[in-house]
């Protein structure tokens, strides 16, 4: 994955500040307090197992503290859902469809920010229950784009990027799943914008 130097996000900048000075331990905690919640999210959402997405995240983590002095200007939050993004597919079926195994938890949610997020791009917000059953209906790679855009608040060109396709391409994937998803709302009695 090759990621170009940007400037970073006003987040980052503790980050990049500790990175600067050399000193990965409060790198780490740092990174870990701004996305570790995120991350964690994210790889439960692309793994459907709490386990596995834990070591993805702690591996994510150590990968960050080895590679340290490496990272500082390049953008952070990039870095890490990309690493975290190649090894929850190292891990997970190789199957065009994903199942959400807490879709099937009554009194499970899902990520906040990922429904608040999907919800203001497709209108009323649904119910999580028809979200979660949204997301598992999605081909893996839209699934993984809505996730980088909404849960990991990645731009269209950082997508693009660890997605391996243009920024085009993952607008188009990305319109097509909130299309979809405008429709399914509908067709469940919601109304969703036009």
Known sequence: MAIRPVAGQPEEEAVQTHLRRHDRDRA???ASGLWGDELGQFCMALLDSQPEAERVVSETLL?????ASRLCGLPLR?????RALERCRERRP??????LAHAEQPGRLSPPSTTASLAKRVGPAPKPA???????????????IALLRYLARLDYPAIASLCEASPETVQRKLGRALLDLRQEALEAGGNALP
């Open 28 to 30: 780490l905690v740092a």
């Open 63 to 67: 990968a960050f503290h080895h590679m």
């Open 78 to 82: 990039m870095w890490l859902f990309g």
């Open 94 to 99: 190789q199957t065009g469809r994903h199942r």
């Open 130 to 144: 028809t979200l979660r059953t949204w997301l598992e209906r999605l081909p893996s790679d839209q699934r993984e």
